[in-house]
T-cell receptor, first 115, second 114 residues
């Protein structure tokens, strides 16, 4: 079956530090990959996505590249801000027929950015 | 664009009552909607998948008679927690999948059963 493994947190950084949150996956077929962010007390927001190998998703300074050879989709940001403090979820979507496009989530990584 | 709403955002009810949660895609038509449950500091657990006009598909271990899902249109799905008990207290989140796109999530509904 499909699975997503992401770096366990919590991750604590100072403002303007470089961020990497690792995410690897196992899947049958050719999944789409996503990063979602959840701020305290809120639902999930789509941060970025990539639908095929070598695609780079980017948004709000965050980037992730779909690496099929290493089955990875690591999230990076060059300079984090206090407002980036949240839980980040890596996810994949089974795009195969009959899959109903269910998302498989990683366990989430709590990021805290201190001023 | 791609906004999903949930109503209510908070609900407190007595044990034994039923609670209905609505999920709406406001600016797009959703081919499929999903219902999740999230426990504190944990990831989302998929409860069921619903397609407009057909019966929901429940994940293993989820009681379909307890968590009734109705997907009346391409923009509305409802989850009814029947005969709620304190162990049903949780954060319930819906998502909607647009044609050929990602899933967009609602803001969640926090249910507390007393």
């Amino acid at each position: 079956g499909n699975s997503v493994t992401q770096m366990e947190g919590p991750v604590t950084l100072s403002e303007e530090a470089f961020l990497t949150i690792n995410c690897t996956y196992t899947a049958t077929g050719y999944p789409s990959l996503f990063w979602y962010v959840q701020y305290p007390g809120e639902g999930l927001q789509l941060l970025l996505k990539a639908t095929k190998a070598d695609d780079k998703g980017s948004n709000k300074g965050f980037e992730a590249t779909y690496r099929k050879e290493t089955t990875s989709f690591h999230l990076e940001k060059g300079s984090v801000q206090v407002s980036d403090s949240a839980v980040y979820f890596c996810a994949l979507s089974d795009e195969g027929s009959g899959s109903n496009y269910k998302l498989t989530f990683g366990k989430g990584t709590l990021l805290t950015v201190n001023p | 664009g791609a906004v999903v709403s949930q109503h209510p955002s908070w609900v407190i009810c007595k044990s034994g009552t039923s609670v209905k949660i609505e999920c709406r895609s406001l600016d797009f038509q959703a081919t499929t909607m999903f219902w999740y449950r999230q426990f504190p500091k944990q990831s989302l657990m998929l409860m069921a998948t619903s397609n407009e006009g057909s019966k929901a598909t429940y994940e293993q271990g989820v009681e379909k008679d307890k968590f009734l899902i109705n997907h009346a249109s391409l923009t509305l799905s409802t989850l009814t927690v029947t005969s709620a008990h304190p162990e049903d207290s949780s954060f319930y989140i819906c998502s909607a999948r647009a044609f050929g796109g990602a899933q967009y999530f609602g803001p969640g509904t926090r249910l507390l059963v007393l």
